[in-house]
């Protein structure tokens, strides 16, 4: 049974930080692509950032380059989001996605709010 589940969200003010993870269980994890999208209240879901197969480069959304940081366990089968520099517009509920030729697999979500 195909699982991500994700972690680490919650209620931060401006300016902080939160790291979320990911675990991942049920499929071969090294053979996937692994991302964070989030969707925000009246907003489409969007892609934050990704990370290929083992080795490859980190992608960003332009509204986070430079504050989010991905990066993957390929012991441990888990992806994390370090987010750094948080700002109110950054609340949203944040999932894990796993992707590869033939599959596509989603987390249930976690919610990051971002207020003082």
């Known amino acids: 049974q195909v699982q991500l589940v994700e972690s680490g969200g919650g209620l931060v003010q401006p300016g902080g930080s939160l790291r979320l993870s990911c675990a991942a269980s049920?499929?071969?994890?090294?053979?996937?692509?692994m991302s964070w999208y989030r969707h925000r209240p009246g907003k489409e879901r969007e892609l934050v950032a990704t990370?290929?197969?083992?080795?490859?480069?980190?992608d960003y959304a332009d509204s986070v380059k430079g504050r989010f940081t991905i990066s993957r366990d390929d012991v441990k089968n888990t992806v994390y989001l370090q987010m750094n520099s948080l700002k109110p517009e950054d609340a949203a509920v944040y999932y894990c996605?796993?992707?590869?030729?033939?599959?596509?697999?989603w987390g249930q979500g976690t919610q990051v709010t971002v207020s003082s």
């Open positions: 996605n796993a992707k590869s030729f033939q599959e596509d697999y």
């Open positions: 990370v290929s197969s083992p080795g490859g480069s980190p």
């Open positions: 049920g499929f071969a994890f090294r053979r996937y692509a």
